[in-house]
């Protein structure tokens, strides 16, 4: 696959790009990926990428040229390309946006910045999306996020660990906790029934705590995960108010 990313900000991606999974993905040769600097578009002499915004108002905008002039190059070098706004206005990115992209041969990804894109971007992208309902400076750690979630859906990026595989198993609820040794840590002891030896316990332990943890942090999740008469009969006792959190 090939990702291609553009920034006003080239230089933010060299760190990043350079750890662990993603290079590891590069050099088998998952995914290579390309950054491109928007400022590299423009053909006037000062290279102006924003403008200030019709009507008025604060902050400056992404001139349309520019952003239009590097879409028409990639998309001439492959008419197939997937190109991708990163913003705040878009749709949310998910697991399975990341599952439908890692399917996708190229994406160009566009990291919008500033107080926004000149909305005529709309003609000549794909799709839209954010991240997220909080506020960021740009669409880098947005692109990145995309990246990340998509490179490890690849064949062969994980190595044969298996963890993409288990997640088709996955049940739409938060993980059980997780232990390891020492049993003791300064007072703090790893539950009992897991060194018991008993996997049906352990089997049945574990699916209430995934239970306890979504219904306190993600109450949202429960209402698509697929469950059983034992789970519901659990929920209705273990989330009363007079029991812990
Ligand atoms: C003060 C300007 N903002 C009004 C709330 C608009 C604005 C424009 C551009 C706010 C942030 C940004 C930069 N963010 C992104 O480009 C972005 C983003 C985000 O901020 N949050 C979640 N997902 C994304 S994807 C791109």
């Not at 030896?197 to 209402?223: C, F, M, N, S, Y």
Request: proline share 5%; net charge negative; aromatic share 8%.
């Amino acid at each position: 696959m090939l990702i291609e990313l553009l920034t006003l900000f080239p230089e933010f991606f060299n760190s990043p790009l350079s750890q662990s999974m993603l290079q590891r993905a590069q050099s088998q040769g998952a995914v290579e990926f390309r950054v491109l600097n928007l400022r590299d578009f423009t053909f006037d002499r000062h290279r102006v990428v924003d403008d200030r915004p019709f009507g008025g108002g604060p902050g400056m905008v992404l001139k349309i040229e520019p952003l239009v002039q590097a879409i028409r190059a990639v998309r001439e070098q492959d008419p197939e390309v997937r190109v991708i706004l990163l913003s705040p206005q878009g749709f949310l990115f998910s697991q399975d946006k990341a599952r439908e992209l890692a399917g996708q041969k190229h994406l160009l990804l566009i990291c919008g910045h500033y107080e926004g894109v000149d909305e005529r971007i709309h003609f000549y992208i794909d799709e839209e999306l954010s991240i997220g309902d909080y506020i960021l400076t740009g669409g880098e750690i947005p692109a990145l996020v995309v990246v990340d979630a998509v490179t490890r859906l690849l064949p062969g990026v994980l190595g044969g660990e298996g963890a993409v595989e288990e997640e088709s198993f996955q049940t739409g609820l938060l993980e059980y906790p997780h232990y390891t040794r020492p049993r003791d840590f300064e007072g703090h002891e790893a539950p009992e029934i897991l060194l018991s030896g008993d996997h049906q316990r352990v089997a049945r332990w574990r699916r209430q705590e995934a239970l306890r943890r979504t219904a306190k942090a993600r109450p949202d999740l429960l209402e698509k995960a697929v469950l059983e008469d034992a789970d519901r009969e659990f929920l209705a006792t273990s989330t009363d108010s007079d029991k812990k959190d």
